[in-house]
Nanobody, 121 residues
Framework: QLQLVESGGGLVQSGGSLRLSCAASGYTLDVYDIGWFRQAPGKEREGVSCISSSGRSSGGSTNYADSVKGRFTISRDNAKNTVYLQMNSLKPEDTAVYYC??????????WGQGTQVTVSS
């Protein structure tokens, strides 16, 4: 069964860094697109970044929300079946629960349980 498990969240001061991990099991991670979303208290869930599957002609291409461009980097380690989100220059407005999600070829979404990131000012 396909599962995603996030880790790496925590409390960090403004300007600090964190690296989130999303470990996949039950499938080979790079066969589907995978990305990170976040949800802050009282706000809707928003897309942060994604990386395309290896099977696409643009395999491995990445996209970022404007709010995180230049600060966050998504990457994938196929050997570890894990996707990462390196977050630098963190701001208080980055505080949220971060989720990884993948979408199968049939359009089914699988979400992890989320990991809390809190950035203090």
């Amino acid at each position: 069964q396909l599962q995603l498990v996030e880790s790496g969240g925590g409390l960090v001061q403004s300007g600090g860094s964190l690296r989130l991990s999303c470990a996949a099991s039950g499938y080979t991670l790079d066969v589907y697109d995978i990305g990170w979303f976040r949800q802050a208290p009282g706000k809707e869930r928003e897309g942060v970044s994604c990386i395309s599957s290896s099977g696409r002609s643009s395999g491995g291409s990445t996209n970022y929300a404007d709010s995180v461009k230049g600060r966050f980097t998504i990457s994938r380690d196929n050997a570890k079946n894990t996707v990462y989100l390196q977050m630098n220059s963190l701001k208080p407005e980055d505080t949220a629960v971060y989720y990884c999600v993948t979408t199968t070829l049939r359009g089914q979404n699988y979400w992890g349980q989320g990991t809390q990131v809190t950035v203090s000012s």
